[in-house]
């Protein structure tokens, strides 16, 4: 069996983020190489795996190829929250394009939660058995240490790690640290350069700024949810953004922190979560579907709306948690390579 796994989220802004982690972890359980496919020949190959789907672009075959299909959809999140991810006119057309090839060129749907699987099913109109739910893990790398300070970090902190899009929810984060008078430390290439951002950025951006927008002077909703962030930032002196940090360096700041937080309003997964309860670090984290599908009993969840809320939560940690034996990148390659092989034998 010749499998080809899309080597593109290892490149580019993805390469820092879940997918891109996803991508390489995979690979590596695997000890296969990624591929390029924009420069190989792919007929030579029994299994495509697409490692990437977003529903506004294009990046599923056309025409139906020889080999069987596979492709990852971490989560559809543009099309929950449409209003702060616009499609624009070309972004509602590729979406309809994208739901005809997922229907009809795509054999198999891998997913990372129960949640998004059913995102999925409602927002694609695929059948259920045709999603397979595997779940991510914790890198190797992230583990319990005794750690020296560094990067000037206070001696007790909230962190966080990841993106500061509008469904993450860190404005209630830094209000509920605030309230809670625990410093917040960020980690994220994103965070650190939002001062960055402005109108010519909207291509970095989930969603394109449509024409009409444009007639009418309205900013982009991402953009404008990403200048009030910044009005929060720059008010907040609780805050400390510390932008991308290596993974060597990161574990120490998850072994560091008070506790980790993930507030988000909705997600597909939450790796940082999974990192964060490696390193033996106690987790705050929203109470929704995802959050408690992947660490009931090891986190504890609170109203991602209710800022009082969140400050019982910092009061009522789970000390020394445990991470859930049912994650390892050993067991999702192995969970992925069946996928294959149920397609192969059909």
Not at 52 to 75: C, E, Q, R, S
Not at 248 to 254: A, I, Q, R
Request: net charge positive; aromatic share 10%.
């Amino acid at each position: 069996m010749k499998v080809a796994i899309d080597s593109g989220p290892l490149k580019g802004g993805h390469a820092v983020r879940g997918v891109g982690t996803h991508t390489r972890e995979l690979l590596r359980a695997l000890k296969m190489p990624g591929v390029d496919f924009g420069k190989v020949d792919l007929s030579k190959f029994d299994v495509l795996h697409y490692t990437f789907f977003h529903p506004y672009f294009i990046n599923l075959p056309l025409k139906k190829p020889k080999a069987k299909v596979v492709v990852t959809i971490h989560d559809l999140i543009p099309l929950i929250y449409p209003k702060h991810y616009p499609a624009g006119i070309r972004g509602k057309i590729r979406f309809l394009i994208n739901k005809y090839l997922i229907n009809k060129n795509v054999d198999a749907i891998i997913t990372i939660s129960e949640t998004s699987k059913k995102d999925i099913c409602r927002f694609l109109g695929v059948s259920p058995e045709k999603v397979h739910v595997i779940y991510l893990a914790p890198r190797k790398i992230f583990r319990k240490l005794k750690i020296q300070k560094r990067y000037g970090l206070p001696e007790r902190f909230a962190l966080y790690v990841g993106d500061i899009n509008y469904n993450k929810n860190i404005p209630n984060l830094i209000k509920a640290c605030k309230l809670a008078k625990i410093p917040l430390v960020i980690c994220g290439k994103q965070a650190f350069d939002i001062e960055t951002l402005g109108v010519d950025d909207l291509s970095n951006l989930k969603g394109p700024r449509d024409w009409i927008r444009y007639l009418f002077g309205k900013p982009h909703p991402e953009l404008a949810h990403y200048q009030n962030l910044l009005k929060e930032f720059n008010h907040g002196k609780n805050v400390v953004r510390l932008g991308f940090v290596p993974d060597e360096d990161l574990v120490g700041v998850y072994n560091l922190a008070l506790v980790y937080v993930q507030p988000s309003l909705y997600e597909g997964f939450s790796l940082p979560i999974l990192e964060a309860l490696a390193c033996g670090c106690p987790v705050v984290a929203s109470k929704i579907q995802a959050h408690v599908e992947i660490a009931e009993g090891a986190a504890t969840f609170v109203d991602p709306n209710d800022l009082k809320d969140f400050v019982r939560g910092f009061n009522n940690l789970i000390r020394n948690p445990k991470l859930p034996r049912k994650y390892s990148w050993e067991k999702t390659a192995k969970e992925t390579l069946r996928v294959y092989k149920l397609l192969i034998s059909n």
